[in-house]
């Protein structure tokens, strides 16, 4: 096993200079390390990233990946948005060079208990719920991962909190050996990265990597309506801790809470985690769609684990008004509403996006082809879907999966996107953004992509 916190004197390679590669060269710099940071695009593409580390002393490796300087390293770490399969890292490691990601390597550095949640949706509503939660009864805590922070910028914090909230991608854990999370969440699994994977199977064999090291102290959440994670469960790896499972079938509440774990029974939750047995009501839960239960009910379930007061927890779902880019409502024009759900960047988020509306809805979907399947919307786009728009480089494929199901129109730009799914609404329809591609053809992010939408919706008068 290697140990990640002997850093002092040693030859570390960053690839990938993003707010990840930034984090990270200033915290093993600190640590004495001599840092090089490798990353195929230029000083001029990078000049944002590089003042903020201008007052180090790191050695450059820019515009490419220079073989010999890798071969030179005692451990190379990777950034999430760079592929592990690149021949150059093949080339390193057969010659002995070791290459770890930014995520397995940060973990090594933290001592507070961390909840790690993982699955293709919901993750980031969920680390946004068990934040609050945990918040909201005194639990001092940090939230970041996958969303938004990396996990390197926690390591520099000089007060550390009670808790770690990490939210934790296929990518992050393509890497992870070593990591051993306290609480465990798998929201789903879908279809997802196959522009990144060469199969399903890859994709799944990334994502089971947060069991590897559960223990008898761990606590997985699952979600027992999606089989494919009940088919995770069967991993003895998984069995090695405590498991609660959540449900929205009320005919599972026998079950579950004969074994741990929680159920909705109509606007109820019902959790049960020892003897007895906590009831929260979601009569007054703002979010929209039956996802957003799922939600609630694995946060709602570790953030009691977690010490947190159910007074805290029921007002947190009281009040709860959902993620920014996640089903947003933006604006009522003219009796038609407006929802961005730019987050929603695979098929599996479009379908339980549409499925918090009846019918009368003009989809803006597109972005940059990841080569998934989009049939699997088909039955929803029949029933609910009035107008398809498809913008961006996976639009000819969107339309070759699903364009003859519904209206169905092939857009140059992004504004005209957005501008024609107004002009085809009628009072009582809904525009809904849930691209079910990445941003990545046009835009930085989903942020950006959500960002702008919200932008040109505001202009419509």
Not at 162 to 185: D, M, R, W, Y
Not at 313 to 335: F, I, P, S, T
Not at 366 to 373: A, E, I, Q, R, V
Request: hydrophobic share 40%; aromatic share 10%; net charge neutral.
């Amino acid at each position: 096993m290697y140990d990640y916190r002997d850093v002092k004197g040693k030859k570390i390679m960053v690839v990938g200079l993003g707010r990840t590669g930034v984090a990270l060269s200033r915290f093993l710099v600190s640590k004495g390390a001599e840092v090089t940071i490798s990353d195929h695009k230029s000083k001029a593409e990078l000049v944002n990233y590089l003042e903020q580390i201008e007052d180090l002393e790191i050695n450059y490796d820019l515009g490419g990946h220079t073989p010999k300087l890798f071969l030179q390293q005692n451990l190379i770490i990777l950034s999430p948005g760079v592929s592990p399969n690149l021949k150059i890292f093949e080339y390193a490691k057969s010659r002995g060079a070791l290459v770890t990601g930014e995520f397995e390597f940060a973990a090594a550095w933290i001592d507070e208990p961390v909840i790690a949640v993982t699955g293709t949706n919901g993750k980031s509503t969920v680390c946004e719920l068990i934040q609050h939660m945990l918040s909201e009864s005194g639990i001092t805590n940090w939230l970041g991962g996958n969303y938004g922070r990396p996990l390197s910028e926690y390591l520099v914090l000089p007060e550390k909190p009670q808790i770690v909230v990490a939210e934790v991608s296929s990518f992050q854990l393509e890497h992870c050996e070593q990591f051993t999370p306290k609480n465990i969440i798998f929201t789903n699994l879908a279809e997802n990265h196959l522009d990144r994977y060469r199969s399903m199977e890859e994709y799944v064999n990334a994502k089971r990597k947060i069991f590897r090291n559960t223990n008898q102290g761990t606590t997985s959440v699952l979600n027992a309506d999606d089989n494919a994670v009940v088919e995770l469960a069967r991993d003895p790896a998984v069995q090695r801790g405590r498991i609660f499972y959540f449900s929205r079938k009320p005919s599972l509440e026998s079950q579950i809470m004969n074994i741990g774990g929680c159920v909705l029974i109509k606007d109820e939750l019902r959790v049960r985690r020892g003897p007895e047995i906590e009831y929260f009501s979601l009569t007054k839960v703002k979010v929209r769609g039956y996802h957003q239960r799922e939600n609630l009910m694995a946060a709602t379930l570790v953030a009691l684990e977690c010490g947190a007061s159910r007074e805290a927890v029921q007002k947190v779902m009281d009040n709860y008004k959902g993620m920014a880019h996640r089903l947003e409502y933006v604006r009522k024009v003219g009796g038609v509403e407006f929802f961005n759900d730019s987050k929603a960047t695979n098929v599996h988020a479009v379908m339980r996006a549409l499925d918090c509306f009846e019918e009368n809805v003009i989809l803006i979907m597109g972005g940059k082809d990841t080569s998934l399947n989009y049939e699997p919307l088909i039955d929803r786009i029949k029933r609910k879907v009035k107008t398809l728009i498809l913008v961006g480089e996976a639009k000819e494929h969107i339309n070759r999966d699903i364009g003859d199901h519904s209206e169905t129109y092939l857009i140059g730009t992004f504004e005209e996107a957005v501008l024609i799914a107004y002009q085809k609404s009628r009072i009582g329809n809904y525009v809904l953004l849930s691209p079910g591609a990445s941003s990545f053809d046009i835009f930085d992010s989903y942020v950006e992509r959500g960002n702008y939408f919200k932008e040109l919706v505001n202009k419509f008068k």
